[in-house]
């Protein structure tokens, strides 16, 4: 069974910026959105996530149900949303923010099992150490692992994740990515996440989808759908492939940049100052 979009139509006021779009997300896959900057990623993860509404074509999880049609609270318990600004509430230490994940699923006062997937999700972002923490004094990239914890938190059937690493440092970037891979795997999530880095995608994606102007133009997996005249489409933008450790990796060229004819060494040869060396001679030969 699967999360099924099909022929969504999305816009604001009267433009339409998702145009059609048809794809499909399996439980236990990780799908990769990817398109250039205003294709409309953004729009159709909110519109799966109940934030924005559709004017045409349908979104079913388990082939029946119309998530458009849900109650708030039901949709909570399937869908679980990382925006990709960060908005946290104030007055909230950042283990209360986290528990706002589990709101679905208690009444009044949070029960011990509220606490554990709490602790789980903090502990899989590396939150252990910053609990206590008010989440206003958070860097950014701290406040989007606690939006991802408080995500996980929930415990949803369908994890959106909207560019959640984009404020990231590398060490933080690929942690989360592993867990998103890792908690789509173990839980048997359909997860969706939209993303600007095309070699990230193709290492830690199952499959990926090219929105271009609204449209789904390409999808499968980056080894098959990854091109030099794809992404010269949809990012105007000429590049090289090359295969790492079996991932495709994607090396953009510049007609400013010659490093592609003159390769450089890596690890670079140690500087060579030949000023440095005039000057040595000079000072021997005055000597
Ligand atoms: N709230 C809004 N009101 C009006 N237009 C909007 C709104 N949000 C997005 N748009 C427009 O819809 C189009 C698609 O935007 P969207 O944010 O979905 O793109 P995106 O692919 O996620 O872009 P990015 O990679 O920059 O995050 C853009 O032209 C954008 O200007």
Same mark, same amino acid.
């Given at each position: 069974m699967t999360l099924k979009i099909d022929s969504l139509v999305v816009g604001y006021g009267k433009r %339409? @910026? @998702?145009?059609g779009a048809t794809l499909q997300v399996g439980k236990g896959e990780l799908v990769g959105l990817l398109g250039s900057n205003g294709s409309g990623k953004s729009t159709l993860i909110k519109t799966i996530a109940g934030i924005n509404q559709q004017t045409g074509g349908t979104i079913t999880w388990n082939g029946t149900t119309d998530l458009a049609g849900l109650p708030r609270r039901e949709l909570a318990k399937i869908v679980a949303y990382v925006p990709q600004s960060i908005g946290l509430s104030f007055g909230l230490d950042i283990r209360e923010a986290v528990l706002l994940g589990r709101t679905p699923y208690f009444g009044t006062r949070p029960r011990e099992e509220d606490w554990d997937h709490v602790e789980t999700a903090m502990s899989l972002l590396g939150l252990d150490q910053l609990g206590d923490r008010s989440v206003t004094e958070l860097s950014g990239g701290q406040g989007q692992r606690v939006l991802i914890a408080r995500a996980l938190a929930q415990d949803p059937e369908i994890l959106l994740l909207d560019e959640?690493?984009?404020?990231? %440092?590398i060490r933080y970037q690929w942690q989360t990515l592993n867990v998103a891979r890792q908690i789509t795997r173990k839980k048997n999530v359909a997860a969706v996440i939209a993303i600007h880095d095309l070699n990230q995608a193709a290492r830690f994606t199952d499959r990926v989808v090219f929105l271009h102007d609204g449209e789904v133009i390409a999808e499968g997996r980056p080894a098959d759908v990854y091109s030099p005249e794809l992404i010269k489409r949809v990012y105007g933008v000429d590049v090289e492939l090359s295969a790492y450790k079996g991932f495709v990796q994607v090396h953009p060229l510049s007609e400013h940049d010659e490093t592609h004819h003159r390769p450089v060494p890596f690890p670079p040869a140690p500087a060579v100052n030949p000023d440095a060396g005039q000057l040595e001679l000079q000072g021997r030969y005055t000597a």
């Open positions: %339409d @910026v @998702v145009k959640p690493t984009s404020a990231l %440092d």
